[in-house]
């Protein structure tokens, strides 16, 4: 079966760096686009960044533009999120997510919302302290 496995959370202060890994098996790796989204206590899960499947197009959203970088290396089957400048509202549990999407250097139609994708992974905390 699909498994997505994402590991690099932590704790950090205001301003560090952080960079998160996902590992899937089970799937035809470069035939799905790639997402992180992450969910804050009490809030919506929220998409942040996806990557198509041959790694040519991406979207971030507002919040992490200029800050977080998505990247796949698809002879290891993983995809990861470099986050830069972190703030206390980046803290949340981020998890990665798979839509399938045959199309290797196009996004999904749709891709921003939850229900988008097929496949998560179980979650990292990240945690931004002052």
């Known amino acids: 079966q699909v498994q997505l496995v994402e590991s690099g959370g932590g704790t950090v202060q205001v301003g560090d760096s952080l960079r998160l890994s996902c590992t899937a098996s089970?799937?035809?790796?470069?035939?799905?686009?790639l997402g992180w989204f992450r969910q804050a206590p009490g809030k919506d899960r929220e998409f942040v960044a996806i990557l198509s499947g041959g790694g040519s197009r991406t979207d971030s959203a507002d919040s992490v533009k200029d800050r977080f970088t998505i990247s796949r290396d698809n002879d290891k089957n993983t995809v990861y999120l470099q986050m830069n400048s972190l703030k206390p509202e980046d803290t949340a549990v981020y998890y990665c997510?798979?839509?399938?999407?045959?199309?290797?250097?196009?996004?999904?139609?749709?891709?921003?919302?939850?229900?988008?994708?097929?496949?998560w992974g179980q979650g990292t905390q990240v945690t931004v302290s002052l």
């Open positions: 997510a798979a839509e399938r999407w045959t199309y290797l250097h196009t996004l999904p139609f749709s891709y921003s919302r939850p229900s988008d994708y097929a496949h």
């Open positions: 089970g799937l035809a790796f470069t035939t799905y686009a």
